[in-house]
């Protein structure tokens, strides 16, 4: 570097530096690079959310109540916010600004929280030695123009990128799609978390087939049915098929009393309007012996305890229509006590989005001798799925089968030929667009069963997003909800299960000694040399 002989060319060389600096902060508040090696890239911005934040054409603002002096663990979510957030900026051409506020000492900034609705947290900290509760605040509100979006705690990254980007394309949008919600009459049946999901993308509502499907409804997500419906109940579904609405529907043949070891067959006319449209649920429950485990209590002489068994009529599914955008990008779906659908050639076109593995089986219907109180057994009509000393839950001498798939193309009227219906002066007769997604689940959109699992809910999520015709979110959504088990091929028996957890739980500590054993041998090579080196 030359030498300055003057202060006039030390001020020059000053100014010229500052120019030189300003410009290269001008230039990276409009490009952000950064290398992430992840699978799936999952700690940068997804190109639906730069798709999503470039739309921006007025400023948005996110103010963060973020509490400084954090425990450890919630440090890296303050920093992994930063950087997301300032990824948002980058790609938003100018219109996204955010600004952190530390509301611990500062009232005005925790009235302000509280208008926001993001309330203080409490988490326990260990400091001077002792064990204290302290109120922290970890939360967002983001602002564009007259509209608001809250995210009141965020204690973890994942799913953060999805639950930003999901608020700023609620706010960005003119007219939401409206989802209709028929929770079944199952008992216990509760959808208040689903519609929590739900209402981040879309408006939300009860529906009742006691009247037509209103206009607005774009798609309807329904439990299935435990009983015959009426026909005026079937004729407006029907309808709403007709004129293009989209229909999710979890239905099965039974109803489930795991507690009592039995399903029961249900007797409904659902099933012959799925076969006209071209959908056969066939009666036997599939099982698998890649399954979910429940828990069961056990008893040994006057001690109970209970214990983890596998349970082959809750399979784990594995296998998706890589094809379709409504699975293509999850890892696993666990469906309650399904049944294998079959579809007819003959109508319109079907497409198998689930299938059980290869090691699957059947168990039908029929008398069973059923554990009761007191030691005895009653015979009993139905299915047997009480989960001990069960042999029929043993038998997976089938193949693949398909458990969920969807219904698209030509589709005639379930009234194209009664007199009664077909004569009114509104009915439709077909449909070019058919749009009928079957789930073989009964209760498929119960927050207390399936929908309850984080998997589930991301495919109950994307297909509402496919359905509806906006499937941005999707790919954000599936690379936060990723699950990486063994093969099955590999889980062979318990003895292998046994032997892959020792491997898991001895290999780290076995690790860390080799390392110490080798950093222990460079250290005695040194050690040598430097002794001969000094004699």
């Not at 999503?52 to 973020?66: E, K």
């Not at 079944?184 to 509760?190: A, C, H, T, Y």
């Not at 408006?203 to 309807?220: A, F, G, M, T």
């Not at 297909?463 to 990723?482: F, P, Q």
Request: charged share 25%; net charge neutral; proline share 4%.
């Amino acid at each position: 570097m030359a030498r300055i002989n003057n202060k006039k060319q030390f001020a020059l060389s000053l100014v010229f530096l500052a120019v030189i600096l300003i410009l290269i902060n001008i230039i990276s508040r409009s490009i952000f690079f950064r290398w992430d090696l992840t699978r799936g890239n999952i700690y940068s911005l997804s190109e639906s959310s730069k798709s999503i934040i470039n739309q921006l054409d007025d400023r948005m603002t996110a103010r963060v109540f973020f509490s400084e002096d954090l425990p450890g663990e919630y440090v890296n979510s303050r920093r992994y916010l930063q950087d997301i957030l300032e990824e948002y900026r980058a790609y938003s051409n100018g219109n996204f600004h955010f600004e952190f506020v530390n509301p611990d000492d500062n009232e005005k900034a925790k009235e302000e929280a509280f208008g926001y609705r993001i309330p203080p947290i409490q988490l326990r900290v260990l400091e001077n030695d002792k064990l204290e509760i302290k109120n922290v605040y970890m939360g967002l509100v983001l602002l564009y123009r007259d509209k608001k979006e809250v995210l009141p705690v965020i204690q973890t990254t994942e799913g953060l990128e999805y639950d930003l980007t999901a608020a700023i394309k609620k706010m960005l949008a003119k007219d939401l799609k409206t989802i209709g919600l028929i929770a079944g009459k199952g008992e216990g049946v509760q959808t208040h978390q689903l519609s929590q999901f739900l209402n981040q993308t879309y408006k939300v509502r009860p529906v009742s087939l006691n009247s037509p499907i209103p206009l607005d409804i774009d798609l309807v997500l329904m439990n299935g049915v435990m009983d015959s419906l009426s026909m005026d109940e079937l004729y407006h579904l029907d309808q709403f098929l007709m004129r293009g609405g989209k229909l999710f529907l979890s239905q099965a043949r039974q109803e489930a009393k795991v507690q009592e070891g039995i399903a029961e067959s249900i007797a409904s006319n659902i099933f012959s309007f799925l076969e006209h449209y071209g959908l056969t649920i066939n009666p036997d429950i599939v099982i698998d012996k890649l399954c979910s485990q429940i828990q069961i209590q056990q008893r040994q002489g006057i001690f109970a305890f209970n214990n983890l068994v596998d349970y082959p009529p809750i399979p784990v599914i594995r296998r998706f229509n890589e094809e379709s955008p409504i699975v293509s990008g999850l890892d696993e779906v666990r469906v309650f006590f399904p049944h294998e659908i079959t579809a007819s050639p003959d109508s319109g076109t079907f497409t198998p989005l689930m299938w059980t593995s290869k090691n699957s089986g059947s168990l039908a219907e029929g008398y069973f001798p059923a554990p009761s109180m007191g030691g005895n057994y009653t015979l009993r009509n139905g299915y047997n799925i009480y989960p001990m000393d069960n042999k029929q839950l043993q038998k997976f001498d089938k193949g693949p089968m398909v458990v969920a798939g969807l219904r698209t193309g030509y589709q005639s009227s379930f009234f194209a030929d009664s007199s009664e219906y077909a004569e009114k002066e509104d009915f439709l007769a077909f449909t070019n667009d058919l749009n009928l997604l079957l789930i073989t689940d009964n209760r498929f959109f119960d927050d207390m069963r399936a929908a309850g699992i984080p998997e589930n809910t991301a495919l109950i999520l994307n297909a509402a997003d496919v359905m509806t015709g906006d499937a941005e979110l999707v790919s954000i959504r599936n690379r936060g909800i990723k699950v990486r088990p063994l093969k099955p091929e590999i889980l062979t028996s318990d003895t292998a299960r046994n032997v892959w957890k020792w491997v898991n739980m001895i290999t780290p500590s076995l690790l860390v000694i080799l390392f110490a054993l080798f950093k222990a041998g460079q250290n005695r090579k040194k050690r040598r040399k430097l002794e001969e080196y000094y004699g």
